[in-house]
């Protein structure tokens, strides 16, 4: 978890996941593994990506009652991932739940995977906080909130757009995590996502990790795309 860019493995099958992995046989990724491989795959894929060397995302992004995120936490700290996250409205007793299962779960002599909470998805825009999900609230105001719930129940950090993180920065400190999506070069299209930024505005507003899917995995050369995210984020063109 040394390095702050996130790949997103949004495939369907581990063939596909194995042949964009190719591309990268020289390098340990930090990569996220979502709803659509994990559902598709099971838990065999994160064996075989951590046999492989990466530091691995779970993003699962839990929302149930306590203890069913309790008792779901528990078998996932076994299969030894790095990190995993749930949605912050579930609340404060779930997000808490979300921990004690992780203790419990994380084998010993393992560290406890990190938890993080989604605040606000990065596909949501003001109007539609505004006339959809009928919060009477800015966007900042959301997120700062949902952070400080997260904070509050133990939580290691959160997932928000990278617009909203010098706010974050300011209460909770440079440890608190901040993994931001909607991550796009300059000039391409966003597609579902809303709150966008380039990775090298990333960089400036702070954030500890950038996630990028189809920047990369989508792109007609995947390792060069790889290439310019990490010149673009030090600031080269
Ligand atoms: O939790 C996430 O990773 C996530 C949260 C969020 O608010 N927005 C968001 O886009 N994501 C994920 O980040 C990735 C973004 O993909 P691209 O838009 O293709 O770069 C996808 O795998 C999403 O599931």
């Not at 009652?65 to 996250?85: E, H, S, Y």
């Not at 209460?171 to 299209?189: K, S, Y």
């Not at 954030?207 to 290439?227: C, F, L």
């Amino acid at each position: 978890m040394d390095q702050p860019f996130i790949v997103a493995l949004d495939f369907s099958s581990k063939e596909e996941v194995q042949s964009f992995l190719q591309l990268f046989s020289d390098t340990s990724l930090f990569v996220k593994v979502g709803m659509e491989l994990y559902f598709q795959e099971g838990p065999t894929i994160i064996d075989e990506l951590k046999q492989r060397g990466h530091y691995i995302f779970l993003d699962l992004k839990l929302h149930d009652i306590p203890n069913t995120v309790k008792r779901t936490m528990k078998g996932l700290a076994k299969l030894g991932v790095d990190l995993v996250n749930v949605h912050a409205s579930g609340g404060s007793a779930m997000m808490r739940a979300a921990l004690e299962g992780l203790e419990e779960g994380t084998p010993n002599g393992m560290k406890r995977p990190r938890c993080i909470a989604v605040t606000q998805l990065t596909s949501t825009s003001e109007q539609m906080l505004v006339h959809e999900l009928l919060v009477d609230r800015t966007m900042k105001d959301t997120v700062l909130h949902y952070a400080s719930l997260a904070h509050d129940s133990g939580l290691d950090g959160v997932v928000c757009s990278a617009q909203e993180v010098p706010l974050l920065r300011a209460r909770f400190g440079p440890t608190f995590i901040t993994v931001t999506p909607g991550i796009r070069f300059a000039n391409e299209a966003k597609g579902d996502q809303v709150r966008v930024v380039t990775p090298n505005e990333a960089k400036q507003l702070g954030t500890t990790y950038i996630v990028v899917g189809r920047s990369i995995t989508k792109a007609h050369d995947p390792h060069e795309a790889y290439e310019r995210l990490k010149r673009e984020w030090d600031g080269e063109q």
